[in-house]
């Protein structure tokens, strides 16, 4: 499995949850990793993103200041950190790899991602 999410659950509005990314990152050089997130009956949309190399992560505006994204390289895992969670970001998060970085304006398409994970749902209560 070259990325392999895990994390979800269902948690009251407010809560924080942690998603995790295991991802097969030495075997297959992947240096650029993304979550996105699909609610249902929606679009998949892009949550943020990271680059091994040591940049600072980049957010949608509908995460800014709420969520955190962050690596282990010694765990070539990739993990979520997702406070004051609202009912709106409930929805199936998918990560997503590349080989190579992104420019900003390029982080938010899907199908510049070569590796997908099977997403974990995460459901927020009122």
């Known amino acids: 499995v070259q990325l392999q999410a895990s994390g979800g659950g269902l948690v009251q509005a407010g809560g924080s949850l942690r998603l995790s990314c295991l991802a097969s990152?030495?075997?297959?050089?992947?240096?650029?990793l993304a979550w996105f997130r699909q609610a249902s009956g929606k679009d998949r949309e892009f949550v943020g993103s990271?680059?091994?190399?040591?940049?600072?992560?980049t957010y949608a505006d509908s995460v800014k200041g709420r969520f955190t994204i962050s690596r282990d390289i010694a765990k070539d895992t990739v993990y979520l950190q997702m406070n004051d969670l609202k009912p709106e970001d409930t929805a199936v998060y998918f990560c997503?790899?590349?080989?190579?970085?992104?420019?900003?304006?390029?982080?938010?398409?899907?199908?510049?991602?070569?590796?997908w994970g099977q997403g974990t749902l995460v459901t927020v209560s009122s």
């Open positions: 990152r030495r075997r297959f050089n992947m240096n650029f």
């Open positions: 990271i680059y091994w190399g040591g940049e600072s992560p």
């Open positions: 997503a790899a590349r080989q190579n970085r992104l420019v900003l304006s390029g982080r938010a398409n899907e199908g510049a991602y070569n590796w």
